[in-house]
């Protein structure tokens, strides 16, 4: 049983896979957030802006932020899983 | 030129063949002295395995640490002790300075303070080599290293094959000083090198010389140092003529970095010289001050517990000693040194059409040779707008940083710009594309799957650039022949195309100098929307000018064809932009479809 556990240990340090996997959800994790910082700035421009063109403009970004945040989140599901 | 392969010359035809012949005939006298010189060997190649160990083993980190630590003199000298200190070879870490002083990532007085501070670093070895080297069963040690490292050698993770390296390295490193050790110990049998000893300045000049010829052929301080170390603990050598030995050690190394930049570019010339002007200055006060560093030495080592009899220890101080205080003199008048070196190696006027950046010396470190080769693609992206620009009759500067403004310039450029594609191709892009391919090609070979992954990228994103040009010369024929058209529509229509492309390119080049990534996906979806734009069936454009009779069936078809290269142009053109102006992977990922 202790060698088999050794053997584990042994595989896990060699592989780093899990390592890699770790690494990976955490910089998916701060991406997200991120995303949603943007997002909510975004919001907050649109509401306090008067000039059309530039509320135009800030509508197009905040819609490809949240297609963004949407293929993210879809990703995470679908590693989850 | 001309001096230099003169020099070179002479040196492959007699220097080296005398010198072979020589160490034949030493090694034929006396098989202690062929001891010593295969100790010699073996460290040697020990340093090698060492430093292709750390550009494999330190994944980038090494590389980072230099990029953002050398912001002021004062850091720069810590982070070029630190980074030497660790890697063990201050060659290794001139190589990487050079390659980002070249790609303009750091500044000149930054890159000399990591100098300054490399020659710091490198007074470690003798701590190394005194403290563990002689006093303990050194071939003990390095036989487990040497196995391990093998074993390392044989996964299939680059990051351990590196480690491997390191710990290969590291077992003939020692291994070397046993032999040297043995050797000394034996010839002391039959020669006594210590009646050689020689006082006063004479002997000072002497020695000082020995030692920085010895450290001219070995091509290593660290190894005269490990040898000066072993004759010292095996009482060959008195301790003051060890002392001039390392003076001359450290004066002999900068002799070899200066070969070694002949054929480099000016920023290699102009770290050589810093180097030469820092050791020079530094082994002069070492000279004048000789007698009362060495009682300064006795003073702090009976301070921090060296024993008053452990001379290897006290020369591995005095070393450390004498370069601080050449990094304390020196290290004020850098902004000077820099004044003076800009001056005296000017750069040569950038011909556009060769690369800038690929170094061959950095082509094996890894993230170094990423950086040169994003930094070469950038370059070739910035030929190739040159042609899109004039291919479309537009020069850069009347359009670039408009943004909403564009329309009005594209309207103002009525001149014909007549741009031989092929000829511009052949001058600016084909040589440039295929030293791209090359670098990137041989420096894969060294690289994990992950560094890879990144190249097979980039030359995509070059691919992408070449085929814009290609797609451009098909656009550029009736762009030509429907500018000065009478029929208003069919040359509105081109002007639409022209100004879709400029709107591409204006838009990647807003984005180029921006740091968050976020933002630059942002912007280059935003490019990609306007993409659809351009398919001229699809947005139901062209229909409408059938239907109103406003363009002829020719044109019609003409116009479709070109509408899909300029869709092909801008499309590419935002792809390259991805994989050049986006850092991070994962937000790279998130934009492809």
Known sequence: ?81 | MSIEVFNFNILKRYIYPLFLLSVAYVLFLSSDAKVIIAGVAVFLIGMVFMEDGFKLFSGGILERILKVSTSSVPKAIGTGFVATAIVQSSSLISIIIISFLSAELITLSGAIGVVFGSNIGTTTTAWIVSAFGVKIKIAQLAMPMLIFGVLFRFNKNKSYQGLGNVLIGLGFVFLGIGYMKEGFEALKGGLDLAQFAMEGYLGVLVYVLIGAIATIVMQSSSATMALIITALVTNQIVYLNALELAIGANIGTTVTAVIGSLTSNANGKRLAVAHLIFNMVTGFIAIVLLYQLADLVTFISSKIGIASDDYAMQLALFHTIFNIIGVLAVSPFTPKLVVFLKGLFEEKVKDVSRARYLDNAVVEVPEVALLALKKEIMHLYDNATEALSHALSLHRHTYIGLGDEISKAIESSVVMIDLDIDEFYERKIKTLYGDIINYATISQETMSVEDEHKIYSLKIACRDIVETIKDVKELQKNINRFMDSKNEHIKGEYNYLREEIARTLDGIHTLRNNSDDLEVLVKIKLLEENLNKLDMIKSGRIDNLIRNNSIETKMATSLINDSIFAYEISKNLIHVATVLWIEDREIQELGEE
């Open chain 1, 1 to 81: 049983m202790k060698i088999a556990r050794l053997f584990k240990k042994v595989e896990d340090f060699f592989s780093m896979d899990e390592q890699k996997r770790n690494q990976k959800s955490k910089k998916v994790e701060k991406l997200t957030s991120s995303l949603m910082d943007k997002i909510e700035s975004i919001k907050e421009k649109i509401q306090e802006t008067d000039n059309e063109r530039k509320k135009e403009k800030l509508k197009k970004k905040l819609e490809i932020l949240k297609k963004l945040e949407k293929k993210l989140l879809k990703e995470q599901e679908n590693q989850d899983e």
